[in-house]
């Protein structure tokens, strides 16, 4: 479908579970390889792509190969190509920024890292196998700041590799269009990205753009999902909406809420249709087309401008007069509005409609004539309240298409309404549309009337018909408003509906209108208080009541409101412009309130919220948060696997990524030990601590006063040299009893830099084991102990020569684990120092090679006071490599006596005095 740039039809989208139709990157690169302006959130570029491919013939479209070589090109790199801006942040640079940060914040918050990842992959390591870059680095490394290594869960929807990186989103791409240029600055330098460009004087441009790459980025992913809070704009909401929403709600808030986008989560395809009919008769309405001259062509693919001007040629077109309409979800191209000289040449189109299709057959095109306007008709009958109009959606349903046109058609709407209200046919009214262009009979909206509101009620429940037809009361203000789930709520909020309200409306809400053409019996005395009201309120206040007051209450009104009325009037509106005041959700007004600094380390804090809340819902089993998951043949499976996965387990042989396991116990994959704890500093007196507590579950910590957070306390401390692991008595008892510990004075060697990601602690017994038993020479499996960073830290630290190191932490943290190893002979232990034998292990690095080999003070002593006088080795059990010398010793000692005395230990201790030597100086 992206390929071919094939429009999913309703039904299409929902079954096929397709919750995006364009991947960003190929947006992004689309724009990137036809040389466009590349600012603005997703629906802007892609409109942008299409109107620009529309219009110009000779562009094309860039292939795949095209798109993906300049995706992780850095977008100050395009830009400065490019040369493209916004205009709303010209001349504001970054030192301009820095200053005013400076000057206007109060509060002097440390600019900290909050942990020491720089990658989504080393956070969550199990994306690094199968990693797919779709964008450039420094989005990923401000992503990394909303991940948290215990934020996954195994995702049954895909087909291998199951474990999901969920990426807590404190912003939305309509809430970053709210922020001042500050506010972007002090986030970008929150999340630790690039703030410097050189001769490029937009930069707030490319910090807004790479906040929205960041965005988008989760959305293309297919092993990251994204949460936001609920972005609600009524009511409070503290619950979880998924990225996948198009309203960025959770499922209760989404499903309330009558002014909103569809939604492939929580929508039937039927509300699509809904959805679908009333924008396109708003987008008529509001452009007043002349019905009797102008056709629309519906097409599922692409077509230029020039190919329609060929079909169409001969035809006294007015050209400059087309308009284009947008699909709501996709945003392609779905609609071409054509409007013609006279009616006679809109005739000659529609009586050959069938011939100017086939012309464009390849675009999957259909012609039509507008419908009349169902807000003008309402006017001329006689009794609304009574009437339903059954419409047939403009879609490529098959299903719509089979329906026929004619009088058949209105033989099976009468039997359609004998069966459902069991009404003769004597007791309703069936009546036709009229054709705007051709006058005749139109039935893509018939009107039918019954004898009373409740067999309309009755009726109107029972839609879709035939699976695709659509009724619409005509009492209602707005066409084909989406339909309540409960039959008794308000049409615009959440109350219950009043009985006699012709609209489907509370009290309140009904009296509110702008634009309700029929006048409703349950409103009549609201109406006239709040009239006398507003003539109180302009006698006692002398206020011009077209500039001040709301047009629909005694309230003043906002004068920011593009319906020019007040926030209770506006948000409840059946019909209304876009308003960006009243539409704000109640998560962003808060934040948007913030100084800068403040503001981007609410959203971390946000973040850390969010962590506590995922893990709660995943261990309750609830969803609402993903997708829906109930009634699948993956809910039990996934269910369960995800509270198995909740448990932390105190193990540090557990490696992340390594495991493929996702229903076992080997599935568990949290532990104590690869836990990091999480430090953020709100204001220069709050601070605010993220880790898991003794028994696995998430916790926030919130500390207080400018001198408690100068100090750590000591439950936040994760390395220091006065903080050791506690064991509880079982572990203490194994601890103290492990044999490992018996060659802690008197062990040889240390192998450094060991692997510690893929391979567990047993893992690596094994391999040590196995290659010096046969490389090497003989060792027993106890004379073997493996070290983690952990267990050497407090020692490090401790060291007077490693305390004042610069990035000491993370150095420790990259060294690899450390093995102890002490062999039966330690002439083995001199031939691996002095490299005459060789062993391969697996590395940190990812590698398999030599580890760093480094004596143990018990084997520097004893190399340093070597004295081959006095010493009694024996080389009976050596290893292979000495073994080999002993055997060609033998053999001459049998046959010359008087050179006993050039015996192994003789012979090799000139290579254990030039090895002693030799460490002493490094």
Request: proline share 3%; with cysteine; glycine share 2%.
């Amino acid at each position: 479908y992206q390929l071919q740039d094939y429009q999913l039809n309703e039904q299409e989208s929902k079954e096929f579970k397709i919750t995006q139709i364009d991947p960003y990157w190929r947006v992004r690169g689309t724009i990137y390889a036809l040389g466009l302006n590349c600012f603005g959130d997703k629906e802007t570029l892609i409109k942008r792509n299409q109107a620009v491919l529309f219009h110009n013939y000779l562009y094309k479209k860039p292939d795949t190969s095209t798109m993906s070589a300049i995706l992780e090109t850095d977008i100050e790199q395009m830009v400065s190509i490019l040369r493209c801006s916004t205009g709303k942040f010209d001349g504001i640079g970054r030192d301009i920024l820095e200053t005013h940060l400076n000057e206007g914040e109060e509060d002097d918050i440390p600019n900290d890292k909050i942990f020491t990842y720089e990658y989504p992959w080393q956070v969550v390591v199990e994306l690094s196998k199968s990693h797919e870059r779709v964008t450039y680095l420094d989005v990923y490394r401000g992503l990394t700041y909303l991940m948290r290594s215990n934020m996954v869960f195994f995702n049954h929807f895909l087909q291998t590799d199951y474990v999901t990186a969920i990426v807590a989103l404190p912003y939305t791409p309509k809430i970053l269009d709210s922020f001042s240029p500050l506010q972007i600055y002090s986030i970008i330098k929150a999340l630790q990205m690039k703030t410097e460009y050189d001769n490029i004087n937009n930069v707030l441009d490319i910090y807004k753009q790479k906040l929205l790459d960041m965005f988008y980025c989760v959305e293309d992913a297919d092993r990251m999902h994204g949460i936001i809070s609920c972005q609600t704009r009524q009511l409070t909401c503290y619950n979880l909406a998924s990225q996948f929403c198009n309203n960025y709600m959770c499922k209760l808030c989404c499903q309330n809420t009558q002014n909103r986008h569809p939604c492939v989560l929580h929508d039937s395809f039927e509300q699509f249709l809904r959805y679908k009919i009333r924008s396109v008769y708003l987008f008529e309405e509001s452009r007043n087309f002349d019905r009797k001259r102008t056709i629309r062509i519906q097409v599922r693919r692409l077509v230029r401008k020039y190919e329609v001007e060929k079909v169409f040629e001969g035809l006294n077109i007015e050209w400059d007069k087309t308009v284009l309409y947008y699909h709501y979800q996709a945003h392609r191209v779905q609609i071409i509005y054509i409007v013609l000289e006279t009616n006679q040449e809109a005739q000659k189109v529609i009586l050959n409609k069938a011939y100017y299709e086939n012309l464009l057959k390849q675009f999957d095109a259909t012609i039509s004539t507008l419908s009349n306007s169902l807000y003008k008709l309402c006017e001329h009958f006689q009794n609304p309240e009574k009437m339903l109009a059954i419409i047939k959606p403009l879609t490529t349903l098959e299903i719509v298409e089979e329906i026929p046109s004619d009088q058949q058609y209105i033989g099976y709407i009468q039997k359609l309404l004998e069966t459902l209200t069991l009404l003769p046919r004597t007791q309703f009214y069936i009546e036709q549309d009229i054709n705007p262009i051709t006058g005749d009979v139109d039935n893509r909206q018939i009107f039918i009337t019954l004898p009373n509101r409740e067999y309309v009620e009755k009726v109107y429940r029972t839609q879709p018909f035939f699976g695709c037809l659509i009724a619409h009361k005509m009492s209602h203000i707005s066409v084909c408003p989406f339909l309540r789930y409960d039959p008794e709520q308000c049409l615009v909020c959440s109350a219950k509906k009043d009985r006699q309200c012709i609209h489907d409306m509370c009290q309140d809400c009904c009296s509110r209108q702008k634009y309700a053409l029929l006048t409703c019996p349950c409103s009549i005395n609201s109406i006239q208080q709040i009239e006398n009201l507003r003539a109180q309120a302009i006698k006692q206040n002398k206020l011009d009541e077209a500039e001040l007051l709301c047009e629909k209450c005694h309230r003043k009104r906002d004068k920011d409101c593009a319906n020019k009325v007040c926030s209770s009037c506006c948000i409840v509106q059946a019909i209304r412009f876009d308003c960006l005041y009243h539409d704000e959700s109640i998560y962003c007004k808060e934040i948007r309130k913030l100084k800068p600094k403040q503001l981007a380390r609410k959203l971390l804090q946000n973040v850390s919220e969010m962590h506590l809340k995922v893990r709660h819902e995943l261990k309750n089993g609830r969803y609402d948060w993903f997708r829906p998951i109930y009634n699948t043949n993956v809910q039990d499976s996934m269910i369960k696997a995800n509270k198995e996965l909740q448990e932390v387990a105190d193990n540090g042989s557990i490696i992340r990524g390594s495991i493929k396991l996702r229903n076992q116990k080997d599935g568990k994959i949290f532990t104590f030990q690869a836990n990091e704890p999480v430090k953020i500093w709100l204001t220069k007196d709050t601070k605010i601590y993220e880790s898991i507590d003794y028994e696995g579950e998430p916790f926030v910590e919130y500390c207080y006063g400018e001198e408690g957070c100068k100090e750590d306390r000591p439950e936040w401390v994760d390395i220091d040299p006065n903080k050791y692991r506690s064991y509880d008595v079982e572990e203490l008892g194994y601890y103290m009893n492990s044999p490992n510990l018996l060659i802690i004075k008197d062990f040889h060697l240390m192998l450094i830099g060991l692997d510690k990601q893929t391979f567990s602690v047993r893992e690596i017994y094994q391999e040590i084991y196995t290659k010096f038993r046969t490389m090497v020479g003989m060792i027993e499996p106890q004379n073997i102990m493996i070290l983690d960073n952990e267990t050497i830290i407090t020692d490090v630290f401790l060291s007077p020569q490693f305390k004042n190191c610069f990035n000491l932490k993370d150095n420790i943290v990259k060294l690899g684990r450390v093995a102890c190893v002490k062999l039966d002979n330690i002439l083995d232990a001199i031939a691996l120092l002095t490299k005459d034998v060789e062993v391969v292990l697996p590395l940190c690095t990812g590698k398999n090679d030599m580890p760093i080999i480094y004596p143990s003070n018990y084997m520097m002593a004893y190399i340093q006071n070597f004295d081959q006088n006095k010493a009694s080795l024996s080389t009976t059990n050596a290893g292979q490599f000495l073994a080999s010398i002993h055997k060609e010793i033998e053999l001459v000692s049998a046959n010359t006596v008087s050179y006993t005395h050039l015996t192994l230990p003789t012979i090799y201790s000139v290579q254990i005095s030039v090895v002693a030597v030799s460490l002493k100086k490094k």
